[in-house]
Every structure is written in structure tokens, then in C-alpha cells.
């Protein structure tokens, strides 16, 4: 069967495209889908103030007119707020800001910030939020918003609504946010190794077949950086505005869709190793999790998609 690959870099991402057994000329396609990842990086970026999403945060109380796929990802992330009863919550920009995650964050092991002290809040959950919607415009309420792991999800998801007519299946992977839909070139399940932490480029800890749904993961393998000699991470907690995810370094949780998956993997990951096997159980989320020793957990689930695996994750010899 005949496989096709296309791979670029966009929100910060490697992404990969995998066209198995195609059934029409889909190259028109492919750059269609890759055009809708480019519109959203452009219009959701928070590191280009100029972008219709920072422009629209400048001016958080008063309605904004954005770019039509601008207003679907927000969209996307009230849905979101609203199915997680506020534990996913994009307004969490201003605490990235105060813990050093701005456009200048390199991430490597030796980046240390010597920014301003901060002190947060023991608890600061803002009031609910209620963004309004109209014909093209968007009023988004008291608080600017950050829309970079949604904003992944959607494109990946919408990238695959483009393409998985027109093959016999299709892989989509923009930096561990993944959609699967029908076979591979073998004429067999796409298969998805997860990465071990801390060791990337070595042996997965799990292998799991995927039929016509997404898995997403969210880490601090990549995120995570000094800041006034602390070491923090992206996960924001929007009940504290301080990191989350106390005890764990990553989760993975599989959807049906590739945003659900990226939104109900940070949800789980902000619940903390203490929570988040009673948080997936309730909510019926197939999930897998790594915490700080790296032992591995995961439910039944996500077992029943998994073909191969090891009970810990260990560092790089």
C-alpha cells in the first residue's frame, strides 16, 4: 500500500502527516491541512502581540473582531472549561507570565531566570467565565486567555476532518498530540509508541493500537524551566496559579477527538497524582500516567488498547 509523508514545523511542533493508500491525488489536501495549521498558529499565537488573539486580550472586556478560525478555537475552549467544570481554564496567561514562560524561554536543563520575585496567590480562582459570542466578534471577558495546547488539538483534528476521506488511513502527529483514523500501509492499526520522560529518543514505556480516535500527552519533559532558582512547568492550575500535576511528570489520555484528548490529559495531570485515578474513572477517560519515580500507572481502559509495555520509566543510561 502506498504511503505518503509530509512533516513541517508549526506551533512549535514537529508535525507529521501519514497518508496511508490514497485514494484520490490528495497533495491539494495535504496543503489544505497544513494551511489550517498555519491559520491557527497565526491567529492564536500569544508570542506575536500583533496576533488577532493578543489583540483581542488587550482588549479582554470589550468585543473583539477575529478571524473566523480564531473564534472556533475559543469556542473550543469554553466547551472545554464548561465539560471540565473549570479545571481546564485558559485564563491562565498571566500566571505564565509571572513564572517566566514568555517568548525570550529557551528549554533546555540550564535556563535560569533571575525575573522579578512573584509572589502567587495560595488560592485565586477567578469567577466563572462567560465569554460571549456574535457574527464574527468575540467578547472575551475579564481575563486574557492562552490558547496554545487547544489551539494544537483543534488543528490536528481539523487537519484530519480534511483528509481522512480521502485515504485508506491517516496518521496526524503534531508533537504528541495524535489522530489515527483507519489502517496503515500493512493494512494494520496504526500503532503509537509513548515516549519514556526521560528518555525521549529511547525505548517507549507503552505501544498502543489506535482505531479512528486520538491520544494526546501532556509532560513537563519540555515545559519546564528555573524560574528564580524554582523549577516550575506550564501546567498551570487556574484554581492557584502555580503549577500543577503535584507527583506526576506525564499523562496521556485517548478521545475520540484529538482536542477532547488534549484537554482531558492536562484536566487529569492538574488532579495530581493523589486525584487523577478517581478523576479518569468518573469521567470514563482511558488514561495512562507517569509520576515522579517513574512508575507507571494506567487503567483498564487504556489497557485494552495497549499491545506492549513496561510498569517503569527509566533514565537514560
Not at 229 to 246: V, Y
Not at 259 to 264: D, F, K, R
Request: proline content about 5%.
Amino acid at each position: 500500500m502506498t504511503l505518503l509523508h509530509r512533516g513541517f514545523r508549526c506551533m512549535a511542533s514537529d508535525v507529521t502527516i501519514e497518508i496511508a493508500g490514497p485514494r484520490i491525488d490528495v497533495n491539494e489536501k495535504i496543503e489544505e491541512a497544513i494551511e489550517n495549521f498555519r491559520s491557527i498558529e497565526i491567529s492564536c499565537t500569544r508570542f506575536n502581540p500583533t496576533s488577532p488573539l493578543m489583540l483581542a486580550n488587550a482588549n479582554s472586556t470589550s468585543w473583539n473582531r477575529l478571524p473566523k478560525i480564531a473564534i472556533d478555537v475559543i469556542r473550543a475552549a469554553y466547551e472545554a472549561y464548561k465539560m471540565t467544570e473549570g479545571v481546564f481554564d485558559p485564563r491562565i496567561l498571566g500566571d505564565l507570565l509571572k513564572t517566566g514562560y514568555d517568548g525570550n524561554l529557551r528549554f533546555d536543563s540550564n535556563s535560569d531566570f533571575k525575573n522579578e520575585s512573584v509572589a502567587l496567590p495560595v488560592k485565586h480562582r477567578p469567577n466563572e467565565w462567560k465569554p460571549e459570542f456574535r457574527s464574527g466578534e468575540v467578547l472575551l471577558g475579564d481575563a486574557p486567555i492562552d490558547l496554545g495546547g487547544i489551539g494544537k488539538g483543534y488543528a490536528v483534528q481539523s487537519a484530519m476532518d480534511i483528509l481522512q476521506d480521502c485515504a485508506d488511513g491517516v496518521l496526524i502527529n503534531a508533537g504528541g498530540d495524535i489522530a489515527a483514523e483507519g489502517v496503515n500501509d500493512k493494512d494494520e492499526l496504526w500503532r503509537i509508541g509513548i515516549e519514556n520522560p526521560w528518555d525521549p529518543e529511547g525505548e517507549p514505556v507503552r505501544v498502543v493500537e489506535l482505531e479512528d480516535v486520538s491520544i494526546a500527552t501532556s509532560s513537563i519533559r519540555l515545559r519546564s524551566w528555573k524560574h528564580n532558582g524554582r523549577l516550575t512547568h506550564h501546567l498551570i492550575d487556574p484554581s492557584t496559579g502555580a503549577p500543577g500535576g503535584e507527583g506526576l511528570v506525564a499523562v496521556s489520555a485517548i478521545a475520540e477527538t484529538t482536542s477532547s484528548a488534549e484537554i482531558w490529559s492536562k484536566t487529569l495531570f492538574l488532579k495530581g497524582l493523589g486525584r487523577i485515578e478517581e478523576f479518569a474513572a468518573n469521567h470514563a477517560i482511558p488514561a495512562l500516567w507517569i509520576d515522579e519515580s517513574g512508575k507507571l500507572f494506567a487503567n483498564g481502559a487504556f489497557e485494552e488498547n495497549a499491545i506492549w509495555g513496561v510498569t517503569r520509566a527509566l533514565p537514560k543510561k
